[in-house]
């Protein structure tokens, strides 16, 4: 079975403009959540998206948005990009039932904003 | 709130030392608790779960028990490796779908 797939792996952007990352979860999972990851705050939740809908949202201004598709893929998109959104961000799969929701996740897509 | 603390890093030890890495949490109710581990480069891979108290996950060398009564989960290795060297990451999941995790300990072991 394939792992979680995330695309581009690496991106190098400027400030102002935007981006939107992509998340293939493992066949079968309903639910995606996105994580971003920096040196200093380490790993913080952003939101989960199951059944596309959102069923959880972290401590995040409105520039990060998501959703999710029929077929379970999920993007993230960041708009009006700041220098503080380097980072890796991190997609993590789940089947999304309850005792079933262990996190699988993707290698990353590392944004640089210069 | 729901919420995880664990050991501050960097560790480095010698091949075949032994390994305490150690991690508190807080919450209501009965979270299940997990070790994730992140090599160079990669995302989070699973290395390890408990999902009640007193149960205790192993994988790879690597164990951890759900002590309620402390509410810790300390990740042990009896003789870690060189290979062995990344960043952990203790985690709890509670409700379904409230994930959190600790800021993670980066390990390092020299041969």
């Known amino acids: 079975k394939a792992g979680v797939t995330q695309t581009p792996r690496y991106l190098i952007k400027t400030r102002g403009q935007q981006v939107t990352l992509s998340c293939s979860p493992i066949?079968?999972?309903?639910?995606v959540s996105w994580y971003q990851q920096t040196p200093g705050q380490g790993l913080q939740f952003l939101f989960e998206?199951?059944?596309?809908?959102?069923?959880n949202k972290g401590n995040f201004p409105g520039r990060f948005s998501g959703r999710q598709f029929s077929n379970s893929r999920s993007e993230m998109n960041v708009s009006t990009l700041e220098l503080g959104d380097s980072a890796l961000y991190l997609c993590?799969?789940?089947?999304?039932?309850?005792?079933?929701?262990?996190?699988?996740f993707g290698a990353g897509t590392r944004l640089s904003v210069l | 709130g729901n919420s995880v603390t664990q050991m501050e890093g960097p560790v480095t030890l010698s091949e075949e030392a032994f390994l305490t890495i150690n991690c508190t949490y807080t919450?209501?109710?009965?979270?299940?608790l997990f070790w994730y581990v992140q090599y160079p480069g990669e995302g989070l891979q699973l290395l390890l779960k408990?999902?009640?108290?007193?149960d205790k996950g192993s994988n790879k060398g690597f164990e951890a028990t759900y002590r309620k009564e402390t509410t810790s989960f300390h990740l042990e290795k009896g003789s870690v490796q060189v290979s062995d060297s990344a960043v952990y990451f203790c985690?709890?999941?509670?409700?379904?779908?409230?994930?959190?995790f600790g800021a993670g300990t980066r390990l390092t072991v020299k041969p």
């Open positions: 993590a799969s789940s089947l999304g039932d309850r005792d079933k929701n262990i996190q699988y």
């Open positions: 919450a209501t109710g009965y979270p299940s």
């Open positions: 985690a709890l999941l509670y409700n379904n779908n409230d994930m959190r």
């Open positions: 408990a999902t009640k108290a007193d």
């Open positions: 998206y199951f059944s596309e809908t959102q069923r």
């Open positions: 066949s079968g999972h309903r639910s």
